[in-house]
């Protein structure tokens, strides 16, 4: 089966700065891969996610890179806030028949004031 | 849009004893999940439910966990006789439709219960 593999475990940066979150994935037939927020006592939720027919997808400060050929693929959040303070999840599914989503164990970003 | 809803929040209870948690779904989603996530990890999926009829079980601890869908609506999830490793928040989520070829449909996360067994 998949095995989705995240890194850094924490990550720690400064309001303003940038963040980066790297995921691995061994499936090579796994095609969508979303990124799920998590809050502390709330349920994750997605907060952008990508195809394999692309290789970037942006949405404001949040960006999404995908290498099919390495296997991986990052989180991009640029000037950092407070807020964006939580437990970010990588995900790998196929989009086929009812093949399910493989989480990553998750990246705790604290960002300080 | 409401969301997905689960109850209870939290619940504590002593190893052996039994357990159940209920999931709504957002009005109209075919298919709902049921994922159990240990503290430091990402959710796992335990169980996915297209209308009422199961389509992978394959993660579930059958001998000690069930769930229904019943109507194809509300769920719920049980652990009869718990354990301690059993302790972990259980999620509970849903989506329009299953996924097909071509549209990975989106999943939507309840706020989850958090087991403690003692």
């Known amino acids: 089966g998949e095995n989705v593999e995240q890194h850094p475990s924490t990550l720690s940066v400064q309001e303003g700065d940038s963040a980066v979150i790297k995921c691995t994935y061994s499936?090579?037939?796994?095609?969508?891969f979303p990124w799920y927020k998590q809050e502390l006592g709330k349920g994750p939720q997605l907060i952008i996610d990508?195809?394999?027919?692309?290789g970037e997808k942006k949405d404001q400060r949040i960006a999404v890179t995908l290498n099919k050929t390495a296997k991986h693929f990052s989180l991009h959040i640029t000037e950092t806030q407070p807020e964006d303070s939580a437990v970010y999840f990588c995900?790998?599914?196929?989009?086929?028949?009812?093949?399910?989503?493989?989480f990553g164990k998750g990246t705790m970003l604290l960002v300080s004031p | 849009e409401a969301g997905v809803a689960q109850s209870p929040r939290y619940k504590i209870i002593e190893k052996r004893q039994s357990v159940a948690f209920w999931c709504n779904p957002i009005s109209g989603h075919a298919t709902l999940y049921w994922y159990q996530q240990i503290l430091g990890q990402g959710p796992k999926l335990l169980i996915q439910?297209?209308?009422?009829?199961?389509?992978?079980d394959s993660q579930l601890p059958k001998d000690r966990f069930s769930a229904e869908r019943l109507k194809g609506v509300d769920s719920t999830l049980k652990i009869q006789p718990a354990k301690l490793e059993d302790s972990a928040v259980y999620l509970c989520?849903?989506?329009?439709?299953?996924?097909?070829?071509?549209?990975?449909?989106?999943?939507?996360f309840g706020p989850g219960t958090r087991l403690t067994v003692l």
């Open positions: 439910f297209q209308n009422n009829g199961v389509v992978d």
């Open positions: 989520a849903s989506s329009l439709d299953p996924p097909r070829q071509g549209a990975q449909q989106v999943q939507f």
């Open positions: 990508i195809r394999s027919n692309v």
């Open positions: 995900a790998a599914s196929k989009n086929s028949g009812y093949s399910t989503l493989t």
């Open positions: 499936d090579s037939a796994s095609n969508y």
